[in-house]
């Protein structure tokens, strides 16, 4: 033991606890070398990201960051109701530490029941019929089942254009001057319909090479044009790309961005990105009469995980809004899809005004598929027109 003498006082060292502390040091700094090298020899995919980080704070309630922020400033918690000015950490610490939330028994289902997770998607705006025991699914079967050899009936093709043709639209009063201003894509390419393929009735084999959503995606970008809208529609065969990579079914949409991303890059007046799905449920959820006429029901999907979801929220629900209008009971409403099982983005992160739309079931024939693409083509024409007027600078902004 020694002993450091001063003029004031006396400090005395035990030599044992100065090795202790040493020890301890090292230690210390020893744990702190085999952590980071833990961290950064993990796969990309086990490491901290944004993303680990989005999924661990999606357990928390929306208001407790209110919460956070009201610890600074006292008028974050004037903003909330009444009933949630109140913290219930014990459910927080319990959803964090189960992924169960106490207040939604879907979070507990859905990790035990086999197709259950399809009701984590949230109705948005719910359309004539909609609720959550009819939301729009689409099922993924092995990507063999898709290339497999089907015959269509190529006739009721032919009748729908024909059909078509015969209600002529007025010459447009305004154009985009030759500039395609719209995307139109398909991520599930192969997405058929029963009523097309000669002898197949199961909707889980509803698929086929070339009649196809393909087909409903060529009808819009069509009758944007007639009404003055440049429209572009993808040729791109996703799943046979995805044959020819060795990819998954689930890996379409990674697929898919590529298509977009290269689009955007060769054409920069693209302003618009929509994502044409078949639903996979039966004719009495997508199917509508309208004057007598029967028509393949729409769906707006959105992305629940993107940066740009509010704003691709507003273009789905004001195209929802002019369909009630002009269409009553054509939309089945604005879903909103995340979490586990789903792509939570579909590509939607790569515009504000991107949207993924599903036209039809299995079960919808291609006259009303082509007139369900009349239908959007013609509100969209409408919001498209009226947003340019509300873009256009004034008369004294202009050269």
Request: glycine share 6%.
């Amino acid at each position: 033991m020694k002993r450091f003498r001063s003029q004031q006082m006396i400090v005395t060292v035990h030599g044992t606890s100065l090795k202790k502390m040493m020890v301890l040091a090292v230690l210390g700094c020893m744990m702190m070398f085999i952590l980071i090298g833990l961290m950064t020899s993990l796969k990309p995919e086990y490491r901290i990201s944004s993303s680990s980080v989005n999924n661990v704070t999606n357990h928390f309630p929306e208001e407790m960051f209110v919460h956070v922020l009201s610890f600074e400033n006292h008028y974050f918690s004037q903003g909330l109701p009444k009933e949630q000015q109140k913290t219930n950490y014990s459910s927080v610490l319990f959803r964090m530490a189960t992924s169960i939330n106490p207040d939604d028994p879907r979070s507990l289902l859905g990790g035990e029941l086999p197709g259950f997770a399809l009701y984590d998607s949230k109705i948005i705006v719910a359309g004539e019929g909609t609720d959550y025991t009819n939301m729009p699914y689409e099922s993924a079967p092995p990507l063999e089942v898709m290339l497999a050899e089907r015959e269509a009936s190529l006739e009721s093709l032919h009748q729908a254009d024909k059909d078509n043709e015969e209600k002529p639209v007025p010459p447009p009063k305004m154009t985009t001057g030759g500039k395609k201003v719209v995307y139109i894509y398909q991520t599930h390419t192969y997405e058929s319909y029963l009523p097309a393929l000669k002898g197949v009735t199961d909707p889980d084999l509803a698929f086929h090479r070339t009649v196809n959503v393909t087909k409903v995606g060529q009808k819009l970008a069509e009758e944007m044009e007639k009404r003055g809208i440049g429209a572009e529609e993808s040729n791109v065969d996703i799943q046979k790309k995805l044959a020819e990579k060795g990819m998954k079914y689930y890996q379409s949409y990674d697929m898919s961005r590529e298509t977009v991303v290269e689009a955007m890059a060769h054409n920069r007046d693209l302003q618009y990105f929509i994502d044409i799905h078949r639903d996979s449920r039966r004719r009495k959820y997508t199917t509508v009469t309208i004057n007598g006429v029967d028509y393949a029901r729409i769906a707006f999907i959105i992305g629940g995980e993107n940066a740009k979801y509010e704003k691709n929220l507003q273009l789905a629900t004001e195209l929802h809004r002019l369909l009630q209008k002009k269409y009553p009971g054509l939309s089945r409403g604005v879903i909103e899809k995340k979490g586990a099982g789903t792509n939570g983005k579909f590509n939607q992160d790569l515009s504000e005004n991107a949207i993924l739309v599903e036209i039809g079931g299995v079960d919808n024939t291609f006259q009303e598929l082509f007139r369900t693409a009349t239908a959007l083509a013609d509100v969209f024409s409408e919001y498209y027109w009226q947003a340019e007027k509300v873009q256009a600078p004034a008369p004294s902004q202009k050269q």
